[in-house]
């Protein structure tokens, strides 16, 4: 790597302030500095590396493939970055300090050692086109918020079912707009019934609620006649406060997953693997873009499924010594990525019969249900690779046509000759040599 860089670089960062070592071919002695973690003084440093080695390319490791250090880092041409996972540093550091004594240069002279010693096994980041990384962010985000919004209301059910449980069913869904808008409007049972049945009924019709009228007069029956669960006014005024404030903390989560599920599909439409990726079985509106994001546009990125089935933890993990051998599942992993092929895997299973009959066979093996779908996704990853490698749209058909020509056809019985003989005063049957 010496030769094609003007010097070697690595960088422990950290939140406030960076430590950088440095080794230039030639020295022996390595060079050791500090950078604040701000924009300007990066931005100096790099300039400063620029007009020192006339422009030449220099290599930076850091324990990081994503984050502020590398987004800043990233619009300099002249540096490579080089991303070094965070346990090969703390196992590289135990192999050489078994007493575990660590700080932050110590970790740079590691880093550095890593990258002059193995460069390897490292390989340089290359950053995907604007399009793709874009929906990369947006999908992670999004899945965020959706997290954050099962949370809300789990807690709205929390809430409600110590003072006004009729409202988990009279509202429907609580993660629903309308569900939000009533309980902002009705936070307690005693608020309800001052409404005219007609006010009740405008309400829900204006919020596009699916309910004919027979069901909106069984629901305002049943509101009328409705019993408090408690009178404790300070459980009743304490839950309902709450329950506004999470009602309206819902309410902005809601907008903004629309909002995000939006922009999603505007990007995701326009992307050039969209189709590929919607001709899979199982794949709609939400999944098709977790996948682009998932393989990215870059075709020379994986140079195999496995690849792909080890870096998103879908393969396991296998330890043999000696005369123990223990299989487990992959912990170390981007649980995103495993996420989307485990949730893909599940929802191919009601368009797919092929994967559907892979499951129960995984499950009638005795598998878990879990470790089934994990199953079912390590063979969807092994064709997704195949199509996607090839710009080639997946096609049920073709695969199952595939799939029957590669079955071993069963070997036919041929006939055996038997003769019998007598042995010892012993008579048995004899098989005849072919």
């Excluded at 790099?46 to 390319?57: N, V």
């Excluded at 043999?320 to 895997?345: D, I, N, Y």
Aim: aromatic share 10%; charged share 25%; net charge positive.
């Amino acid at each position: 790597m010496e030769p094609q860089f003007a010097a070697l670089i690595a960088i422990d960062w950290a939140d406030q302030k960076h430590v950088w070592a440095m080794k230039i071919p030639g020295q022996t002695k390595p060079q050791m500095g500090s950078l604040s973690h701000t924009p300007e003084a990066v931005d100096a440093w790099a300039a400063e590396l620029a007009g020192r080695f006339g422009g030449q390319s220099n290599a930076v490791a850091l324990e990081q493939s994503r984050g502020p250090l590398v987004f800043m880092l990233t619009k300099y041409p002249h540096l490579i970055i080089y991303p070094v996972h965070c346990s090969t540093l703390a196992n590289y550091g135990k192999s050489l300090r078994p007493s575990g004594a660590k700080d932050d240069p110590i970790d740079a002279k590691l880093i550095l050692d890593i990258l002059a010693r193995h460069s390897d096994k490292l390989r340089p980041l290359r950053t995907d086109t604007v399009e793709t990384r874009t929906i990369q962010f947006l999908v992670e985000e999004q899945r965020k918020l959706v997290d954050q919004k099962t949370a809300c209301t789990n807690r709205l059910t929390a809430h409600l079912k110590m003072y006004f449980p009729q409202a988990l069913e009279w509202f429907g869904e609580l993660g629903s707009p309308i569900a939000v808008a009533i309980l902002e409007r009705w936070p307690t049972l005693s608020d309800v019934p001052k409404s005219r049945p007609a006010t009740i009924r405008k309400f829900y019709t204006s919020h596009n609620s699916r309910t004919d009228g027979d069901y909106l007069d069984k629901r305002i029956d049943e509101i009328r006649t409705a019993i408090s669960a408690t009178h404790d006014e300070a459980v009743i005024a304490g839950y309902s406060v709450a329950v506004l404030a999470w009602a309206g903390l819902l309410k902005q989560l809601l907008l903004a997953i629309k909002d995000y599920d939006q922009r999603i599909e505007l990007l995701a439409n326009k992307h050039p693997d969209y189709a590929l990726m919607k001709s899979f079985a199982g794949v709609g509106p939400v999944i098709a873009p977790r996948l682009i994001a998932a393989l990215g546009s870059q075709r020379d990125r994986y140079e195999s499924a496995y690849e792909i089935q080890c870096y998103s933890g879908v393969a396991p993990v296998v330890s043999s010594s000696g005369k123990k051998h223990h299989v487990h599942c992959r912990w170390a992993c981007p649980t995103f990525l495993r996420q989307t092929f485990h949730e893909w895997a599940q929802h191919s299973m009601v368009s797919s019969q092929w994967a559907r009959e892979y499951y129960l066979h995984q499950r009638k093996a005795g598998k878990g249900h879990n470790t089934a779908v994990r199953a079912l996704a390590f063979k969807w990853i092994r064709i997704l690779f195949r199509c996607w490698k090839n710009n080639v749209n997946y096609s049920e058909l073709v695969y199952t046509n595939a799939a029957a020509l590669k079955k071993p056809k069963p070997k036919s019985a041929s006939p055996v000759e038997i003769k019998w003989e007598t042995k010892m005063g012993m008579s048995k049957f004899t098989r005849l040599a072919t």
